[in-house]
C-alpha cells in the first residue's frame, strides 16, 4: 500500500498537490494499470499510453527502441500517403521505407494513413490489413503541413468538413472490419473553426473505434500551448468511443496527471519520447504505484543511441541513416545543457564515423 510519506516521495517535484491526489485516489481504485485493458474494438491495449506518429522519427528502430523500454500500450508507424503505398505496391517496389521493419515487429501495431481519397485510404488500409496483418489503421485528420493539407487536400484541411470525414471513415472502416480503425484530429482548421466535437462525432457515427485529438488548431503549428479544456469537452459529444488526448505531456507526471484530471480513456507521447525514450516505463512505474525511475546515466544513453544508429546502419542506405541518425540525435538532447552546440556539431557531421566520435563525446562512458 502507498502511504502519504511514499506519494511524497514519488512527486518529488513538490508543488504537483493535483498529481499527489491523483497517485492517492488512483491507488484506492488499484492502479490504471491494474484495472481492466482498454478496448478498441477488438484491441486489448494496456497500459492506455500511446507513442504518437511522428514522421521522421517513429521508424521500425525507434518503436523497437520504445517497446524495449517497456510501459507502451500501443506504438504507431510514421503517416503513410495511401495513393503512393498502393503505386508503389502496383508497381512491384514493395512496402514504402517508412513502413520497414513491420512484417517481424510484435503486436499491437498501429499504421498512420492520410490522404483526401476516401478510396485510396480503404484499398491502403485493406492491404495493410491482409498483407502484413497491422492491428489497427489510424486516420490522419491532423496534420498541418501545406503540402499535405493546401496542396494535396489532406490531412487537417478536412476538419472543415465533418460530414465528409464520416463517409471517409465509413469507408475505411467497412473495408478494415474487423480490424479497428481510430482517427487522429486537432481541434479544429484554425480558432476561428473550431470543429473537434463534431468531427469526433462524425468519426463515431462513421464507425471508427477512437478518435485522438491533439489540443491544438491546425493554423497554431505546434506553437502555443495544448488546451485540454477543449479536448475534455470532446467527451460530451462522443459515448461509445475511446478518447485519447494529446499534447504537451512532457514528463511521466504530466500524462499521469492528464489522465487522471481530465475525461480521456487514455493519453498519447510525441516529442517527450524523442527526448526520453524510457517515458512510457516512467509512466507505466507510476500508473502501478512506484516510484518514478531516474532518467538512465550518460554511459546507457549513449548505448541507447549507438545502438539505435547501428540498427538504422542495418537497413538504410548510409546517406538516409546518417540524416535519420542526425535528426534523432538532434532531438534526443533538446533542452539539456550544451545541447545548443552539440547539435550544431551534430548536424555538421558528415560521416558515421564523425556523428559516433560527437555522440561517444557528450555522452562519456563513465561519468
Ligand atoms: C516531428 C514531428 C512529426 C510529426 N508527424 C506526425 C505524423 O506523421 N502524424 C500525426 O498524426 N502527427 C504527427 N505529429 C504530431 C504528433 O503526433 C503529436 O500530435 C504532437 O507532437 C503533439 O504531441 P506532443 O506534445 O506529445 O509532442 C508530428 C509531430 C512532430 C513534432
Redesign the pocket.
Known amino acids: 500500500m502507498l502511504n502519504e510519506s511514499r506519494v511524497s516521495q514519488l512527486v518529488r517535484t513538490g508543488s504537483e498537490n493535483y498529481l499527489r491526489n491523483a497517485v492517492l485516489k488512483d491507488e484506492a481504485r488499484g492502479g490504471v494499470c491494474a484495472s481492466a485493458p482498454l478496448r478498441i474494438g477488438i484491441l486489448e491495449i494496456s497500459p492506455p499510453v500511446f507513442q504518437?506518429?511522428?514522421?521522421?522519427?517513429?521508424n521500425f528502430a525507434f518503436r523497437e527502441l520504445i517497446r524495449s523500454f517497456g510501459g507502451v500500450g500501443l506504438v504507431?508507424?510514421?503517416?503513410v500517403h495511401a495513393r503512393g503505398l498502393l503505386e508503389q505496391v502496383d508497381r512491384g517496389r514493395g512496402v514504402p521505407e517508412r513502413l520497414w521493419g513491420i512484417p517481424q515487429e510484435p503486436r499491437p501495431l498501429a499504421v498512420?494513413l492520410?490522404d483526401s481519397d476516401s478510396g485510396a485510404l480503404a484499398s491502403a488500409a485493406k492491404w495493410l490489413i491482409e498483407k502484413l496483418n497491422v492491428s489497427l489503421i489510424?486516420l490522419?485528420f491532423?496534420?498541418p503541413s501545406r503540402q499535405v493539407t493546401l496542396r494535396s487536400g489532406g490531412?487537417a484541411i478536412l476538419l472543415r468538413e465533418p460530414r465528409r470525414i464520416e463517409q471517409m471513415v465509413r469507408r475505411v472502416v467497412e473495408a478494415c472490419r474487423p480490424t479497428p480503425v481510430s482517427a487522429?484530429i486537432?481541434l479544429g482548421w484554425n480558432r476561428q473553426q473550431i470543429t473537434a466535437p463534431e468531427v469526433a462525432q462524425a468519426c463515431e457515427a462513421g464507425g471508427a473505434a477512437a478518435v485522438?485529438v491533439?489540443?491544438?488548431t491546425a493554423d497554431q503549428g505546434?506553437g502555443g500551448r495544448?488546451d485540454w479544456s477543449r479536448i475534455a469537452a470532446i467527451r460530451r459529444s462522443v459515448r461509445n468511443i475511446v478518447l485519447i488526448g494529446?499534447?504537451?505531456?512532457?514528463t511521466a507526471f504530466d500524462a499521469v496527471a492528464a489522465l487522471e484530471k481530465y475525461p480521456v480513456d487514455a493519453v498519447?507521447?510525441?516529442?517527450?519520447?524523442?527526448t526520453r525514450p524510457w517515458i512510457f516505463r516512467q509512466i507505466g512505474a507510476l500508473l502501478s504505484g512506484q516510484a518514478l525511475e531516474p532518467d538512465p546515466p550518460a554511459s546507457k544513453q549513449r548505448e541507447i543511441l549507438l545502438q539505435y544508429f547501428q540498427k538504422l546502419l542495418q537497413v538504410m542506405e548510409l546517406g538516409s541513416a546518417l540524416v535519420t541518425m542526425q535528426r534523432a540525435t538532434c532531438?534526443f538532447v533538446l533542452g539539456r545543457p550544451g545541447a545548443r552546440a552539440f547539435r550544431l556539431a551534430v548536424s555538421l557531421a558528415r560521416s558515421v564515423e564523425e556523428l559516433v566520435e560527437i555522440i561517444e563525446t557528450q555522452f562519456p562512458k563513465d561519468e
Open positions: 504518437a506518429p511522428m514522421a521522421g522519427y517513429t504507431c508507424t510514421e503517416m498512420q492520410w489510424d490522419n491532423g496534420c490531412g487522429k486537432r485522438t491533439h489540443g491544438r505546434m495544448a494529446n499534447g504537451d505531456l512532457l498519447m507521447i510525441g516529442r517527450a519520447a524523442l532531438r
